[in-house]
C-alpha cells in the first residue's frame, strides 16, 4: 500500500521523506501521481485545515483505478506568545511574499519585546484518511524564542528565527537530522507511526 503525502511544500516535502522512511510503503507526493490540487484552508484549527487538505486529496484520487493510498496531511505553524499566538494556523499567509519577508514582518512586530517574552512554539497536527475514509489524528511541538535576527540556512518557512535555548542555535542551524529528531513535524510523525504500520499491515 502507498502513503501520499498531501502537500506541496518542498521543505516538508524533504522532511516526510526521511520521517516515514521507515514505514514499509511507497512515499508519494502529489506530483507523483500528477495531483495539482487548490486547497482553501479556511479551517478554525490545525486539524481541520490538515482535514480538509487530506479529504481534497481521497476525492482527487477517488477517481483513479487501482490507486486507493493513505492519505496524510500536515498543517503546521508557529504561536508567537507575546503575539497572543499569532500567527499559528495563518503562518503560510502571514504577509504575502516569500519566507523572506515573513521573517521581516515577524521581526517588525517584535520589535520592542524582550528576549524573555520571545517565546514561541511550533505546532504541527497530522491528519491520517483511510480509503475508506477513516481519520485518524496526531500532533507535536517544539518550543523555542524568537530570535532578533535570522540565522542559518536549512529548513525553511521560520526556521532561521526559531531559537533553541538547549542547542544554542535556531533551527536552519541545526543538522538536518537534529531537526527530525527534535521538530514539532517530528514528533507528529514518531506519534502516528504505530498506527501507520498497522494501517498499512491491515491495506488500511
Ligand atoms: P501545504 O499546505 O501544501 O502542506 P503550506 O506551506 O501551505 O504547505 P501550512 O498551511 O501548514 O503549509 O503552513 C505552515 C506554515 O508554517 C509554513 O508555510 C511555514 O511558514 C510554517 N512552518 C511550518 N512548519 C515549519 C517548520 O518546520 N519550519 C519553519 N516553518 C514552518
Known sequence: MDLLVATHNPGKMREFRA???????QILFPPDLGLMVEVVEDGATYVENAR?????????IGGRDGIAPLVLADDSGLEVDALGGAPGIH???????????????????????????RT???????????????LHIAEGSCEGVIATEPAGEGGFGYDPLFYLPEFGCTMAELPV????????????????LPLLRRLLAAGG
Request: charged fraction near 30%.
Open 120 to 134: 514561541a512554539r511550533f505546532r504541527c497536527v497530522v491528519v491520517i484518511v483511510t480509503p475508506r475514509g477513516d
Open 19 to 25: 520521517l516515514l522512511a521507515s514505514l514499509p510503503a
Open 177 to 192: 537530522r537534529a531537526k527530525n529528531q527534535i521538530s514539532h513535524r517530528a514528533r507528529a510523525v514518531r506519534a502516528a
Open 91 to 117: 503562518s503560510a499567509r502571514y504577509t504575502s511574499g516569500s519566507d523572506t519577508d515573513r521573517l521581516s514582518a515577524l521581526l517588525a512586530r517584535l520589535e520592542e519585546v524582550p528576549w524573555e517574552r
Open 52 to 60: 480538509i487538505k487530506a479529504e481534497a486529496y481521497v476525492r482527487a
